[in-house]
């Protein structure tokens, strides 16, 4: 088994099937493509307290600055506080339901190429069941936990979300990326609710999703240990 | 590709930069937590989404979130918090960055350094100073770096051989503490000790770094 260069990285995992749920397609590629969103929220987080800091009541103590998908500079919270109860939040939810295409695993048909500052797809594939879309299904994440069978070991976690085509077309993915949510609220308010694109690949290979066919796609983060 | 590194100044001198390695469970473990979170929950809602299993420096395990929010109190009172903390202040030895005089070879499972060296001034302690972070991005090569300084105030030398990295989970509303749990989430020995003599002063930077 290969040794890990980098301390974390990614794999992205794609399996098509056809009508019949046979396997037409499959593939497995390293990805190449954390964002500058993603290093932001690390940023954000390395800034955040972890105690409370009176003079930031009514205010986020920690924020990061990222690139929403529209292309606008927004500020996602990762600590904060606020003088009413059941405050509370998240910095990089992923775990989208089904139909959400705004967040989670979200995949396109766009073959611009990759470059940090990258904030959306190319050409993102929308959910929905007319010409072009696809159906997207419930995010799930599984903690698959440390793998000690590899020098240094690994400790992986994957992110996976499936595809149904209910179009008469084919519809073919060129690219897969994971978007994130921040989301703050409070008794009297959603105060913070902002998207952003934390990885983004053009795969080497496209996959080609037949009409009453699937697609399912994994992205596994994998943590160099030791 | 993501990669980090481990940078060590003696009184304003670089004598050691490597390739961290050396993340543990509890930095994939809070991870999860954060990522599997869903955003999105009605105003009313109140306790955790999204949790992890962590251990604690005393070895014990307990959960921590990535997504929570506070109890409802009838009273306007000052509540949130954080899933992942780092930035402590000057003389908090508890969480952020902290170094050791132990040199236990670094282990996915470790939850705490092999021997810290607290925060004071007499023989054998370093004085902890506050956290800087600072930030470079563009397309191709972006950077972010968490730093601590740390002095020695005693009339004794200190060998640091080990550094660590400490989060803080931290949930509250008003005094009510709902949540508040330190743990380890890297640890690097050192390949050789550095010596820190009395008034001198010691810099670790961790940095993680982004390219194409």
Partial sequence: MSQPLNPMRGFIEIEVRDR??????????EMKSFTNNFLKILEGFFNSYGNYPSEYVAKPASKATVVAPDGTSKDAWTEAYYDYHRCGGVAM???AGAGVDSYGIVVGSGTTPFNL??????????????????????MSLDDLGLDTSVSPPVYRVRLM????????????????????????KYTGGVVNDVLFLIARDVLPTSYTVPAGGSASVAVVIEVAMG | MI?????VELDGREVYRGESKSFVQNFSKILFAILNGTGGVGLAYEGPVSSAVVQKPDGATTTVYGEYYTKYTPSAITSGGTAMGFKAGAGEDAWGILVGSGSDPVSPTQYNLSAK???GTDPGKLYYDVHTVTSSYSDTSSYVEIARSFINKSSQPVTVREVGLFARNRYQR??????????????????????????GSLLIRYRVILTT
């Fill in chain 1, 161 to 184: 979300r499936g595809f149904k085509n209910l179009t008469s077309s084919t519809i073919t993915i060129t690219e897969v990326s994971v978007i994130a949510r921040a989301y703050w």
């Fill in chain 2, 174 to 199: 008003a005094d009510a503490i709902e949540v508040d749990v330190i743990f380890m989430v890297a640890r690097d020995v050192l390949p050789n000790p550095v010596t820190v003599n009395p008034l």
């Fill in chain 2, 117 to 119: 060296i607290p925060h």
């Fill in chain 1, 93 to 95: 939810a992923t775990r």
């Fill in chain 1, 117 to 138: 500052n990258n904030y959306a797809l190319a050409t993102k594939i929308a959910h929905g069941t007319g010409a072009g879309q696809l159906n997207y299904d419930v």
């Fill in chain 1, 20 to 29: 019949e749920g046979r396997v037409i397609q499959r593939g497995r590629h």
């Fill in chain 2, 3 to 7: 990669r980090a590194e481990v940078v």
